[in-house]
Structures are given as structure tokens and as C-alpha cells.
């Protein structure tokens, strides 16, 4: 073969695989951040409390991080050689995240007109369908393919679909599937924190933040029991105001301080 030829075919072949990386960095990137966005400390979790407690910036906040999330879904539909999966996920996730959005109003509605939480679930279930599985699903198609670090497995398993998502519907719902749940992703994202803690033992202000954030987990752990205990009452009656009145209680009682655990996960990714 004519050597000019050969090495014109060689760096075509490198432009090619470099460009190929390019895209898959890109994808993990947004991918990584999709998730972010969505999960602990963002959307889902302010989404969450909004319906708890019903105080308006919550519902700005999910809002916010819900419209943040469907920008990641739009940028990530313009990355190359996508498979047909990941645009069908891309679609699911999309609809998923508008129900959001369109919940949150009628949330709001439901709250101008009633302070009962029963009141409020029931208006909102019947007026708007969330296809959580398939959203869930999605972010797993998503994120195939890819290695991630220990830090973004942690954003990941307290996030959407997992350990902060599992606990609010435990308060919410009172399904006892759900308890289980977040008792198992808040005891796997202790374990992540304790095996990034000890990779960055030599960096304090990492240390501290982790620290902080192993805190804040270990009181939504310890929190899961005394919910048990507390929202027993309201499983044996079909009375609103037990209910009421014992999921508030419960929330009340057991709120988590988050903000060392935002802040340390912040530090963590370098936010």
C-alpha cells in the first residue's frame, strides 16, 4: 500500500475514534447531570415535599430543576449515534418529567382549596398519571454503557427512583415496600460514602463533607423505624384526619436537616 495513502487511512481512523469518544464523553456528561437534576436535593425532592407540606417554594424549586432536567433531555437528543433505545428512553423521560410539571399545578390547586393531604393525593391522582417505572427505566438505559465514579453512584442511588424518592413515598403512601426500600439505598449510599471517605482520607475539606453527608444519611436511616411506629395509627383507620394528621406529624417530627449533605455532595462533584 502507497505509505501516503496508508497514513491518511490511519489518521482518518484516529479523527474517527477520537470523535466517537467526544460524543460518549458528552452523553456520560449529560447523562451524570440528568440525574443529578432530578434526584436528591433537586426535583423529585422538592417535588416530594411540595406535596407534603404544600409551602410555595418547593414548588418553584421543583420546578425549576424539573425545567433544568428537560434541557439535559433536550441536549442529549442532539448527541450522535444514539440507539433506538436511548431515544425511546429520551421520549419516556420527557413525558415523565411534563407530567411533573403539569402536577405541580395541580397540586397547587388542590392545596387553594384544602389543607388535608388525603385531599390533596387524591385530587392530584385522579387528574395526573406519572409513569414513574418507565422514567426509571429509562435513566437505567441511559446509563449503560458507561463507568461511573463513586460520587456520581452516590447521586444516584439517593436520587429519583431510589433512596430519597423511596422515602417520601413511604411518608406519603405508607407502603410498608417502600420503607424497605429506602432502608436498603440509604445503607448503600452509607457504604459508597464510607468507600470515597477512605480514597479521600487525605483531603480534609472532602473528609468533612463526607462526614457531613454520612450525618444527614444516618438520620434518614434512624428515621425509618420511628416513621413506622408513628404512621401506625393511620393504617388502621380510613379516617382523613388520622391520616392527616399523622403523616404531618411524622414529617414534622422526623425532618432531616439536608443542606450538609447538598453542600458536601456539591464540594464532592466540585459544584
Given amino acids: 500500500?502507497?505509505?501516503?495513502?496508508?497514513?491518511?487511512?490511519?489518521?482518518?481512523?484516529?479523527?474517527?475514534?477520537?470523535?466517537?469518544?467526544?460524543?460518549?464523553?458528552?452523553?456520560?456528561?449529560?447523562?451524570?447531570?440528568?440525574?443529578?437534576?432530578?434526584?436528591?436535593?433537586?426535583?423529585?425532592?422538592?417535588?416530594?415535599?411540595?406535596?407534603?407540606?404544600?409551602?410555595?417554594?418547593?414548588?418553584?424549586?421543583?420546578?425549576?430543576?424539573?425545567?433544568?432536567?428537560?434541557?439535559k433531555v433536550a441536549a442529549l437528543r442532539q448527541v450522535k449515534n444514539l440507539t433506538e433505545n436511548e431515544i425511546?428512553?429520551?421520549?419516556?423521560?420527557?413525558?415523565?418529567?411534563?407530567?411533573?410539571?403539569?402536577?405541580?399545578?395541580?397540586?397547587?390547586?388542590?392545596?387553594?382549596?384544602?389543607?388535608?393531604?388525603?385531599?390533596?393525593?387524591?385530587?392530584?391522582?385522579?387528574?395526573?398519571?406519572?409513569?414513574?417505572?418507565?422514567?426509571?427505566?429509562?435513566?437505567?438505559?441511559?446509563?449503560?454503557?458507561?463507568r461511573w465514579h463513586r460520587v456520581e453512584k452516590l447521586v444516584f442511588v439517593l436520587g429519583y427512583g431510589s433512596a430519597i424518592y423511596n422515602f417520601k413515598n413511604y411518608l406519603i403512601r405508607r407502603d410498608e415496600q417502600y420503607r424497605k426500600w429506602a432502608d436498603a439505598q440509604f445503607e448503600e449510599a452509607l457504604q459508597l460514602v464510607a468507600e470515597i471517605r477512605w480514597r479521600e482520607r487525605k483531603n480534609p475539606p472532602k473528609v468533612k463533607a463526607l462526614e457531613n453527608i454520612k450525618s444527614v444519611l444516618e438520620a434518614y436511616r434512624a428515621a425509618l423505624p420511628l416513621m413506622a411506629r408513628t404512621l401506625k395509627p393511620s393504617m388502621e383507620t380510613s379516617s382523613n384526619i388520622v391520616v392527616n394528621i399523622a403523616v404531618r406529624g411524622a414529617d414534622r417530627a422526623l425532618k432531616v436537616d439536608d443542606k450538609p449533605a447538598f453542600d458536601g455532595i456539591a464540594l464532592l462533584l466540585g459544584r
Fill in 1 to 71: 500500500m502507497n505509505v501516503k495513502v496508508w497514513l491518511g487511512a490511519m489518521l482518518l481512523c484516529l479523527a474517527t475514534s477520537v470523535t466517537s469518544i467526544g460524543y460518549a464523553a458528552d452523553k456520560r456528561a449529560l447523562v451524570a447531570d440528568l440525574v443529578f437534576e432530578l434526584g436528591y436535593g433537586r426535583a423529585i425532592h422538592h417535588f416530594k415535599d411540595y406535596v407534603l407540606r404544600g409551602e410555595d417554594d418547593y414548588r418553584l424549586q421543583a420546578k425549576k430543576y424539573f425545567v433544568s432536567a428537560r434541557e
Fill in 88 to 146: 425511546a428512553a429520551l421520549d419516556d423521560l420527557d413525558g415523565v418529567i411534563q407530567s411533573y410539571l403539569g402536577a405541580l399545578s395541580t397540586i397547587q390547586s388542590a392545596y387553594r382549596h384544602s389543607r388535608g393531604l388525603v385531599q390533596v393525593l387524591t385530587t392530584t391522582d385522579d387528574r395526573v398519571h406519572i409513569d414513574d417505572a418507565s422514567a426509571i427505566d429509562a435513566i437505567a438505559v441511559l446509563r449503560q454503557g458507561h
